[in-house]
């Protein structure tokens, strides 16, 4: 059962480039890494995954290095929009660990 | 419109009286899973379900039993509701086993008095 870690809290600017990185040094070779954003009230919603290397959507990046003990979500020039909660969220077959999870705040 | 839905959104209630949370889905999604959430503790997996009448404990199993009798369906069952089960529930499907993108539900926030 892996493990995430991530920062608690980052803050940021519209406009600005966010990074928000876990660490998951015992993911298991099957495991998928996948990230998820979470407003106040709702439910999570799937943002992006990725198994190596780069992915990318119309919403993030993510950066996952050679050996795979943590990635990188990359949100392109955020807006006030995109303050939430970020999930990472590493797994195996059916049994899903959320990390803690990354308050973004974004301001003008 | 593709969704999971959860009834009741809302729900206050007595310790030790038997309560249900439904969740339906109508995506025809073989996995289904329950989760809580708690201020500082991120989200964690109670049970999940992998097809009809196959289901599993995820990380926080106690005090809470499921059933999967139709693929759509997924209900939560607490026989004994206590004040430590106090939390936001979601529950979510996804497409196949394996696959991580999940769709959850709006939510059901339980107090137990």
């Known amino acids: 059962l892996a493990k995430t870690t991530q920062p608690i809290s980052m803050d940021s600017y519209e406009g600005q480039e966010v990074n928000i990185t876990c660490s998951h040094n015992n993911i298991a070779t099957n495991d998928y890494i996948t990230w998820y954003q979470q407003f106040p009230s709702q439910g999570p919603r799937f943002i992006i995954q990725?198994?190596?290397t780069k992915v990318t959507n119309e919403v993030a990046s993510l950066f996952i290095p050679a050996d795979r003990k943590s990635s990188t979500l990359s949100l392109p020039r955020v807006s006030l929009s995109d303050t939430a909660v970020y999930y990472c969220l590493t797994g195996g077959g059916n049994k899903l660990t959320f990390g803690t999870g990354t308050q973004l705040k974004v301001e003008l | 419109e593709a969704q999971v839905t959860q009834n009741p959104r809302y729900l206050i209630t007595v310790t030790g009286k038997k309560l249900t949370v439904t969740c339906s889905q109508n995506m025809n999604h073989e996995y289904m899973s329950w989760y809580r959430q708690d201020p500082g503790l991120g989200l964690r997996q109670i049970y999940y379900s992998m097809n009809v009448e196959v289901t599993d404990k995820g990380d926080v199993p106690e005090g809470y039993k499921v059933s999967r009798k139709e693929k759509r369906n997924f209900p939560l069952i607490l026989e004994s509701p206590s004040p430590n089960q106090t939390s936001l529930y979601f529950c979510?499907?996804?497409?196949?086993?394996?696959?991580?993108?999940?769709?959850f539900g709006p939510g059901t926030r339980l107090t137990v008095t």
């Open positions: 979510a499907s996804t497409g196949f086993v394996g696959s991580y993108e999940q769709y």
């Open positions: 990725g198994y190596k």
